[in-house]
T-cell receptor, first 115, second 114 residues
Framework: DTAVSQTPKYLVTQMGNDKSIKCEQN?????MYWYKQDSKKFLKIMFS???????INETVPNRFSPKSPDKAHLNLHINSLELGDSAVYFC??????????????FGPGTRLLVL | AQSVTQLDSQVPVFEEAPVELRCNYS??????LFWYVQYPNQGLQLLLK??????LVKGINGFEAEFNKSQTSFHLRKPSVHISDTAEYFC????????????FGQGTELSVKP
């Protein structure tokens, strides 16, 4: 049973293209996140949704647009891909923050390479 | 602003030796503290967490960490490492009024040699 799954696992594309990464969790959590891990392995939060509502948007270019069709899914769409978007993107989920239960569980990551 | 510092970027150690991976944080309010492990080409797996209560926290795979409020540290320890512990280790903090945002340290690469 996969708790947090992401598709695709690998994504190789050309500059200027538009691509989407999908994330699904079967943990019954209300809150989902996207993190970016750069080439130096540094992890930084991009977005967070709680019950389909955006609650964190961390100075990410507006070429990145998250979409949450329901509580179990948080997709990431990227327009006009640039070389600097090459990274590993991790989805995570947790119980709603503020309850002391917000341990985040991470997906396996999507390795994006922009050529 | 919160920040997390992992003091060692690389820690080489021999198999069966003890190890300590250091983590310091800065915050003016109470935080939750986490250690995650990332094996090569994989996602992040939770090792242990401190939310409240006992300052000595035990996690999976024989790891433990101690929360020290006065020194704002949350160092990770294991008394005897295995080759399979070779991985990247991340310390992270969150505050309960920041929407659950995790702030990560730079990571420590633990390399266990036979």
């Amino acid at each position: 049973d996969t708790a947090v799954s992401q598709t695709p696992k690998y994504l190789v594309t050309q500059m200027g293209n538009d691509k989407s990464i999908k994330c699904e969790q079967n943990l019954g959590h209300d809150t989902m996140y996207w993190y970016k891990q750069d080439s130096k392995k540094f992890l930084k939060i991009m977005f967070s949704y709680n019950n389909k509502e955006l609650i964190i948007n961390e100075t990410v270019p507006n070429r990145f647009s998250p979409k949450s069709p329901d509580k179990a899914h948080l997709n990431l769409h990227i327009n006009s891909l640039e070389l600097g978007d090459s990274a590993v993107y991790f989805c995570a989920s947790s119980q709603p923050p503020g309850l002391g239960l917000e341990t985040q569980y991470f997906g396996p990551g999507t390795r994006l390479l922009v050529l | 602003a919160q920040s997390v510092t992992q003091l060692d970027s690389q820690v080489p150690v021999f198999e069966e030796a003890p190890v300590e991976l250091r983590c310091n944080y800065s915050s003016s309010v109470s935080v939750y503290l986490f250690w995650y492990v990332q094996y090569p080409n994989q996602g992040l797996q939770l090792l242990l967490k401190y939310l409240s209560g006992s300052t000595l926290v035990k996690g999976i795979n024989g790891f433990e960490a101690e929360f020290n409020k006065s020194q704002t540290s949350f160092h990770l320890r294991k008394p005897s490492v295995h080759i399979s512990d070779t991985a990247e280790y991340f310390c992270a903090v969150s505050k309960n009024n920041q929407g659950g945002k995790l702030i990560f340290g730079q990571g420590t690469e633990l390399s266990v040699k036979p």
